[in-house]
């Protein structure tokens, strides 16, 4: 038994980034004790086997062991901050709650907004979470006594009806807050993580393993735009420092920008969305090593060192190689030169209309900068261009 132990808490670590240590050793064996008996399995190495083939079992165990508890208002001075915020704004903003757990922290944030007088047209709210229990309750918005801590008699009279013992939110603040399923430590997230303005991230990254934190607060970096906040809770407040993030100046706040992230620590993303260069391609056997060269350096970190080459290699004459300017697509990004990330991607583009992963930057660059209509055109075509590639 304590041998699958191990195995579980490894596999919890590397498939959704947890640290193990938040957690006890027997409660990590009453867990699993549970989910056997659940499943009828008595064989330490037959749950093993079954948890690494079925879908089913592996989101079973994420329900048993994330932590969902929320309640509305939590922190309310860092929801009040966005007020200002988002007035001085001239485009949507967007924002995501991760973990959004039952909707408590996102629908806060849509009743704070609506009470001070903002048109729900100027912001956009999603809530993220990897429990699919925790996103079938926000989505009913009904909740009991527990949802509802200190004195919020105002905002149940307001926004919610009474039924039974419960609290059934009104439509028109359901209808603000859009909700997902994500698995925010995976590959797919870490690379192309959401667009947003503000993320709420409180409460997360304390229960993460450390690459995991690294990875996710990386991921956000590139998520936020110039002007973008993050929010996270007192006791993660040190890791944000550690990793570059500059906090703001409002006492008793956790919000930080992502001026001073180090583009070393986007590594790991990097590493993640550069495409492999494939082996069929219109460049000499030379050249393909050159550009293996600057996508490896690339992968480590070292942007200025790549880009110095690869500047020498886009300047050679009659260069036509999609690859060549989407990896520097890609490292302009990485040193959050969007305009010229943007050139780059649309010249790959250009050479290769097909080109899947560049239409899929180009979309999220154009959502970015609050060209809704653009980005449409590009996912549009996107759809296409992954229907003819999985078709040939």
């Not at 195995?7 to 409660?27: H, L």
Request: charged fraction near 25%; charge should be neutral; include cysteine.
């Amino acid at each position: 038994m304590q041998d699958l132990t191990n195995k579980v808490r490894k596999f919890c670590e590397v498939e959704f980034g947890i640290n193990s240590e938040t957690m006890s050793v027997s409660t990590w064996k009453k867990i699993i004790h549970e989910r056997m008996h659940h499943c009828s399995i008595s064989q330490p190495n037959d749950y093993w086997n079954f948890l690494q083939s079925s879908p089913e079992e592996y989101q079973a165990l994420v329900e048993a062991v994330v932590v969902t508890e929320s309640w509305f208002f939590r922190d309310q001075a860092a929801i009040d901050f966005l007020v200002p915020f988002i007035k001085r704004q001239t485009h949507r903003v967007r924002i995501l709650s991760i973990p959004c757990a039952s909707g408590e922290e996102p629908y806060s944030i849509a009743m704070t907004l609506v009470d001070s007088g903002i048109d729900p047209d100027c912001f956009h709210i999603e809530g993220i979470d990897i429990s699919q229990i925790a996103l079938s309750k926000a989505k009913q918005a009904i909740y009991g006594k527990n949802s509802f801590r200190g004195d919020k008699q105002k905002h149940l009279l307001a926004h919610f009806s009474k039924e039974d013992e419960c609290y059934a939110l009104h439509r028109d603040i359901k209808n603000l807050v859009t909700f997902n399923y994500a698995n925010v430590c995976s590959s797919a997230f870490l690379s192309f993580p959401p667009i947003a303005d503000v993320i709420f991230c409180r409460n997360l990254l304390i229960y993460l393993n450390k690459k995991a934190q690294v990875d996710l607060l990386t991921a956000f970096a590139h998520a936020l735009g110039n002007d973008g906040i993050l929010i996270v809770s007192p006791a993660e407040a040190d890791l944000c420092r550690k990793l570059g993030w500059v906090k703001s100046p409002q006492p008793k706040l956790f919000i930080f920008q992502r001026h001073a992230v180090e583009h070393s620590k986007r590594a790991p993303v990097i590493k993640a969305i550069v495409r492999e260069i494939p082996q069929k391609t219109s460049i000499a056997a030379k050249e393909l090593k050159g550009l293996e060269v600057i996508q490896k350096l690339a992968d480590e970190g070292t942007f200025q060192e790549a880009w110095k080459l690869l500047e020498k290699f886009l300047g050679r004459e009659g260069l036509a190689d999609p690859d060549a300017y989407f990896l520097a697509g890609v490292i302009k990004h990485a040193c959050l030169q969007e305009e010229l990330a943007e050139k780059y991607f649309l010249k790959a583009l250009y050479l290769k209309p097909d080109f899947v992963e560049a239409l899929t930057y180009l979309a999220l660059l154009a959502e970015r900068r609050g060209d809704d209509h653009q980005a449409q055109l590009f996912r549009s075509r996107l759809e296409r261009s992954e229907k003819y590639v999985h078709s040939e």
